[in-house]
């Protein structure tokens, strides 16, 4: 290498120490300054050498964790080398290691020189909901389960503590699994909680330090339901979800949904079910803290991560639910989700799980356009008889339609002139009504690869509603597999512009998908392995969070897995094709909080949580005894949970030259 090479590797390898991941930017090597002049006349100036520019980023394989290492099944375990190569043919080495924030239960600051709870849940007024279940330790409710992350900047921010530059993390906490006596269960009875958190970035090292956490009033939006996946918008806000949906015909009687109202309530009645399955938005203020509404024109689905489009308007939805859909949204003005236009897809033939197989084409349903606000007044004045009628019996009667919605066959009528509310009030149904293809099985997370104009889609699973011949799969709605699939996959759809609905009309948008294909497929095993692995440790399984980063070219898949002794997190790449394992979490859990961040100041971080360790299946049977007392000890009697990122770890950097 020449004099200035070896200058920008040393700049480079300064800006990687410490570094949360690195900066995938272009590195330059400067020239060298022009000699001053002498007696023998001017020094010829040197001719700069060619830059040095990014080439690829790969990944080194974290090996799956065995009983052998009891330790590392019980906690975070990541073994994996990023090598990032440069058009020189030199290379950098990164080992990679997990850190925390924090875990849920923590005492953090909240940046007005007091501690807060981390992960810490509140009712409508803001006053801490307490679990009393254990007489003489009642405490405030805290999260096992955090989930959805952004990371972002806001211009001009200004927080106290902050020494390097300031940066934000929007957090929200998707359930938690036990109270305190570990009988009473508490999924989905509590009101979720979201935060944002102050992070100081250190300019030399891109480290990120926790200084302020803010835990964000939802009393606006009547509290939030179960929030999942998340993404960072476009402009810079916060996109939640609120997942599966209270099915609004049951609510009162439904002994869930009337525990989630008494505790943020105070009364079993005062929550109404349509306030809940819409999107969340979160904008983040300078100082830290942060702001929310609800977007309730998107369709009143089972979101779990959307994807917004490059164009700023058209959103790619997840729909985590038996018998769901391809659900798409084009807004009418960018950076505005407050109306626009609501399409669901039909699958057309060919649809397979042979990723060799040809893609199937999808077409599109306009189900209605609407504001936010007209769907939101129809939401607090509509009960759902209103709208439709639902028997659970075939009624023998031509003006109900069959459907197969939320795993269940009803009957369904709508009533005159409630189209507009059926289709964001009852979506799934009224989808389902008019000929929709709802026939696919828990679609989690959606991403986008720009560059190729590809979106992702996970299938944590492909059983029931996908399956030929199964009482919830619909004869000819397009999506119909031999047999079932709990290992799921991970679908591949191309984007285009110059699309028609079914009504022959117009889409306005250059981002509609197009077709489906399989980009990978899990691998069921014939038995469990030795570990109790019930599918190839080797290859995704029951995937669910999805990010893309473009300058790495990965898409990165975390897995919510049953039939993995301990869930993954995956680096694939999409031009070498290569699958390689950077994380386990704890046994038990489920990795969560996928965000991957190509730049932020000058910075690329993957994001990453993980929820509910030690919540022990049949997977688990041959190492419970084993590791329930370490993940006890490891995370608060398994009521904590960690909210982190992965780093790398700068004792471990290796310079290779070209």
């Not at 370490?630 to 982190?644: E, Q």
């Amino acid at each position: 290498m020449t004099q200035d090479h070896d200058l920008s590797r040393r700049r480079i390898m300064r800006l990687f120490g410490a570094a949360p991941m690195l900066p995938l930017t272009s590195f330059g090597a400067g020239a060298l300054l022009a000699g001053c002049g002498s007696d023998n006349g001017p020094v010829a100036e040197p001719t700069p050498p060619a830059p040095v520019n990014l080439a690829s980023v790969t990944f080194s394989a974290t090996p799956a964790p065995t009983l052998a290492n009891a330790a590392a099944m019980a906690t975070t375990n990541v073994a994996s080398t990023m090598t990032v190569s440069f058009s020189d043919s030199s290379k950098i080495d990164f080992k990679l290691s997990y850190q925390p924030f924090f875990i849920t239960g923590d005492m953090v600051p909240d940046g007005k020189g007091g501690k807060i709870l981390a992960g810490g849940y509140y009712d409508i007024n803001n006053k801490p909901i307490m679990d009393t279940t254990v007489a003489g330790k009642e405490r405030q409710f805290f999260s096992d389960s955090p989930d959805g992350t952004s990371l972002l900047s806001v211009p001009n921010a200004t927080v106290t503590g902050v020494k390097g530059n300031t940066v934000f993390a929007v957090v929200q906490f998707e359930y938690t699994t036990w109270a305190q006596d570990g009988v009473t269960g508490m999924y989905g009875r509590l009101p979720s909680p979201i935060a944002v958190l102050t992070l100081d970035q250190d300019r030399t090292t891109g480290k990120l330090t926790l200084v302020k956490y803010y835990n964000v009033d939802t009393s606006g939006v009547n509290g939030l339901w179960i929030t999942c996946g998340a993404s960072l918008s476009p402009w810079g806000t916060h996109l939640s979800s609120e997942e599966y949906e209270p099915n609004a015909f049951t609510a009162d009687t439904d002994a869930q949904f009337k525990a989630f109202s008494k505790n943020l309530y105070g009364s079993e009645t005062a929550a109404k079910a349509y306030n809940y399955g819409h999107l969340p938005e979160v904008t983040v203020n300078p100082d830290g803290t942060g702001t929310i509404k609800k977007h309730y024109c998107l369709g009143r689905i089972s979101h779990e991560l959307v994807q917004v489009m490059p164009d700023n308007r058209t959103v790619f939805m997840g729909d985590d639910a038996t018998n769901s859909g391809y659900f798409v949204f084009v807004a009418d003005r960018e950076k505005d989700l407050s109306s626009g236009t609501l399409y669901v897809a039909k699958v057309g033939a060919g649809f397979s799980l042979d990723p060799a197989a040809a893609p199937a084409p999808l077409t599109w349903i306009k189900l209605g356009s609407a504001t936010s606000d007209e769907i939101r007044a129809l939401a607090s004045s509509l009960k759902p008889t209103d709208i439709m009628t639902v028997k659970t019996a075939d009624p023998q009667d031509p003006a109900y339609k069959k459907i197969v919605v939320n795993g269940k066959v009803e009957w369904v009528k709508i009533n005159a002139g409630m189209e507009k509310a059926a289709a964001f009030l009852e979506t799934h149904r009224y989808a389902a009504f008019v000929g929709a293809s709802m026939g696919f099985t828990k679609m989690e997370g959606t991403t986008v690869n720009i560059k190729d104009k590809v979106a992702y889609s996970a299938l944590q699973n492909c059983v029931t509603s996908m399956v030929a011949g199964h009482a919830l799969n619909v004869p000819g709605n397009g999506i119909s597999i031999p047999k079932m699939l709990d290992a799921g996959a991970v679908m591949a759809l191309s984007l285009k512009g110059g699309q028609k609905d079914t009504n022959g009309n117009a889409i306005n948008s250059e981002w509609m998908p197009a077709d489906t294909k399989a980009l990978l497929v899990g691998e069921d095993l014939a038995a469990a392995d030795a570990l109790g692995n019930t599918a190839n440790p080797e290859r995704i399984a029951q995937p669910d969070n999805l990010k893309f980063s473009e300058k790495m070219r990965t898409l990165f898949i975390g897995e919510d897995s049953s039939q993995h002794v301990t869930s993954f997190l995956w680096a694939y790449n999409v031009d070498t094709k290569v699958l390689s394992r950077l994380m386990s979490v704890p046994a038990g859990g489920e990795s969560t909080g996928l965000h991957a961040v190509d730049e932020l100041n000058g910075w690329t971080y993957i994001m990453s949580n993980f929820q509910h360790p030690g919540d022990w299946g049949s997977a688990h049977s041959g190492v419970k005894a084993t590791l329930d007392p370490l993940v006890r000890a490891n995370y608060k009697d398994k009521f904590g949970a960690a909210v982190g990122y992965l780093t790398a770890d700068v004792s471990q950097v290796k310079l290779a030259k070209g």
